[in-house]
């Protein structure tokens, strides 16, 4: 695969709260997790608090990483994107697939939290290929691929902040196409995020 997300350096970190909420704006996770990747910085470029509070790094588990194939060990942070339209702060996790008696990467999601909104992406047909809008978990939810990505598909699902967006870059499978990976995701990662 040629196509990988720059992330930064992983490194660990200390005491646990005890509600998700707490670990999504505190910067500490209440989640069980084998690596913390390092906080997202509190405030953006210009110095002013950052409006996306919930933090994917702090929020999926091992747990739902294992059951959505995905290494925990892999957590890293997503670089973040701050401009004038949108905020964005993100985990990256890798699939990896044993073969010949070693590991290679076959897969990688990037999870963003976001201020924008499924409305928004759902209605923009001139840059994205549908695939879906059937809600996940009860929540409105949109899967798309960009028309130039054959092998990376995101599926945003509605958020407090704004969206959560899983991001799937791989190739297809004979079971299921990225589209379908994507989904299933954030099927999985559903039940961490914060209502």
Known sequence: MSTV????AISGCGNSPTSPAES???GVSSTP???IAPPAPAADQSGQERQVKIDPCLVIGDDLLTAAGLDPTSRERASETVTSLLISIGCSFNRRQTADGGSKLVG???VLSTNSTVASVAKDVDTY???SVEPIAGRQAVTYAA???PNL???SVAASDGTFDIRFIGSPTADRSVCEESRSIASTFARAFPQ
Do not use: F, K, L
């Not at 997300?5 to 930064?8: F, I, S, W």
């Open 24 to 26: 999504a704006t505190s």
């Open 108 to 110: 990688q999601a990037t």
């Open 147 to 149: 028309r130039m990505s």
């Open 129 to 131: 290929n549908i695939a």
């Open 33 to 35: 997790v084998s690596i």
């Open 5 to 8: 997300v720059c992330v930064a």
């Open 153 to 155: 598909c995101t599926t």
